[in-house]
């Protein structure tokens, strides 16, 4: 639980609930588009498997560098 942050009692709000559900689908909707094609660019590809749950943050941090 320390270093997980696993087993907290969020306490999200509606709105905060509906945003989660949208990433999740989002995310769900390109693992699923990736697995049932070959027809997309090993780069392209790589470039999603690696950033996939990353923060923006986090994602614009690996492309400045």
């Known amino acids: 639980m320390k270093y997980r942050h696993i087993g907290y009692d969020w306490q999200f ?10 990433y999740y689908n ?3 909707l390109l693992v699923d588009c990736l697995n049932s ?8 590809r790589q470039e999603i498997e690696e950033t996939l ?5 986090d ?3 690996a492309q400045n560098s």
Do not use: D, F
């Open 13 to 22: 709000n509606e709105q905060q609930k509906e945003l989660l559900q949208q």
């Open 26 to 28: 989002v995310n769900k």
């Open 37 to 44: 094609t070959a027809g997309v660019n090993p780069i392209v």
């Open 53 to 57: 749950l990353l923060a923006i943050a």
């Open 59 to 61: 994602i614009e941090k």
